[in-house]
């Protein structure tokens, strides 16, 4: 029995906004994780697309993750933001920490941003490419918990990190 369902891109980010204001996301925040899951699924990361939505949503009813939080960014030097997600989703916080860095890099020739108190933030080469759409080069880079282990071992030492260029 085939149980796939074919959507356009639009009908997917509708359903996984929905899906996510429904759990009590903030619609400009559903609207930001929607377009981040569904270009994963359009660049065929199926691992950080439609198949996050069960674990996002819960992540809201059991308060790992502030769906209605507002990202607060501060400009700590010329040419440094820090974003503070507050417990929120990071692709919001990472939509500001953009807007921020393109306007930084553009007065002072370079910029970087950090971001705190996010949950998962996907794709790293999503949001690489959206800085390179603003012509700019961009390094994107990520922490992780403990999930793989060392060649031989068994217990888990070392976290996924991932990296993204553009």
């Known amino acids: 029995m085939n ?3 074919r959507m356009s891109a639009a009908e997917l ?6 899906a ?3 759990c009590g996301a903030a619609s400009v925040n559903a609207e930001s994780v929607a377009r981040g899951l569904t270009q994963a699924e359009v660049d065929g990361h199926e691992g950080h697309g439609a198949s996050r939505i069960p674990s996002y949503t819960m992540n809201m009813r059991c308060g790992k993750v502030d769906g209605a939080a507002t990202p607060v960014a501060n ?3 010329p040419s440094l933001i820090h974003v503070d997600a507050r417990h929120g989703f990071a692709y919001p916080a990472i939509d500001l920490a953009i807007d921020q860095l393109a306007d930084a890099a553009k007065e002072q020739g370079v910029a970087a941003a950090a971001i705190s108190r996010s949950h998962h933030f996907g794709v790293a080469g999503y949001h690489a490419e959206r800085l390179a759409e603003r ?4 390094l994107v880079i990520g922490n992780a918990p403990k999930a ?4 031989g071992g068994k217990k888990p030492m070392f976290g996924t990190n991932p ?3 553009a």
Do not use: H
């Open 3 to 5: 149980t796939s369902v």
């Open 13 to 18: 980010q509708a359903l996984i906004s929905s």
């Open 20 to 22: 996510l204001e429904g």
């Open 75 to 77: 400009r700590v030097k």
């Open 135 to 138: 012509g700019l080069m961009a």
């Open 148 to 151: 793989i282990a060392a060649w």
């Open 163 to 165: 990296i993204a260029f």
